[in-house]
């Protein structure tokens, strides 16, 4: 089993460190991470320089671009064989709703996605991270599940997890995305050369939230876990959009 891991947050976050010890033993671990934190850089690629590939002292490799720079280099130029499986995280905060979007948590598992290899986002969904171990465990539990009984289709699954001690987790779910209020406004302030600057405002609180959604499962202290896609055409307005044309 060859398992290549990722994440946005960059090779120094904690949550990396406990994904790679938590899986540890299942199989040949690669990491490749952002050199940086680049949270919110949701699927861009850097196309306009070219991309420095490191190796730090804990043995994980870092690249100067996104989290998809680092899964399209790993799996297309550096990896002489592809993994079998790609993991994404542990991201410190939720990837719920319309959080997809912007993620580079997700957006690292969406590339090894497009590339064909089954990928997995997993996330914390708090911003304390006092339980890096409960997200590391249920990640294990999917590998092992995935090693046991390997889906017969592409998969791109986005996990959430409460940030709560395992023994307290009420189960797994099988989720859909929710949807979130619209995003406050962004913040103005004056920075120290008296320049207006914009801070970007905080996600709006959860709008859909009910049953069979990835909110509502974890507000109820399950795993939630969204098997996406990327096919964003609205086939529902195909046929008002031909009529439109006409």
């Not at 996605?113 to 708090?126: E, M, N, V």
């Not at 998969?155 to 001690?165: E, K, T, W």
């Amino acid at each position: 089993m060859r398992i290549l891991l990722s994440n946005d947050d960059g090779y120094f976050a904690p949550g990396l460190a406990a994904l790679a010890g938590a899986l540890a033993g299942l199989g040949e671990i690669v990491v490749v991470a952002p050199e940086q934190n680049r949270s919110g850089a949701s699927n861009s690629l850097t196309l306009d320089r070219p991309l420095l590939l490191k190796k730090a002292a804990s043995g994980f490799h870092f690249v100067n671009g996104t989290p998809t720079d680092c899964v399209h280099l790993a799996v297309t130029g550096m990896l002489e064989q592809l993994p079998d499986i790609i993991v994404s995280g542990i991201n410190l905060g939720a990837n719920m709703g319309d959080d997809t979007i912007y993620s580079g948590t997700v957006a690292a598992a969406t590339e090894g996605y497009l590339l064909g290899i089954p990928s997995i986002a997993i996330s914390l969904t708090s911003f304390e991270g006092n339980n890096f171990a409960t997200a590391g465990q249920v990640a294990r539990d999917l590998v092992e599940r995935f090693i046991r009984n390997p889906v017969k289709e592409p998969v791109l699954l986005n996990v959430n997890v409460p940030d709560i001690p395992h023994a307290e987790l009420k189960g797994m779910e099988v989720t859909r995305l929710g949807r979130r209020h619209k995003a406050e406004p962004v913040v103005k302030m004056l920075s120290p050369r008296n320049e207006t600057v914009y801070w970007v405002g905080a996600a709006g609180a959860a709008a859909d939230a009910g049953p069979g959604t990835d909110f509502g499962a974890v507000d109820r202290g399950f795993v939630s876990i969204t098997p996406l896609q990327i096919d964003l055409t609205n086939t529902a307005q195909l046929p008002s959009i031909r009529h439109w044309m006409q």
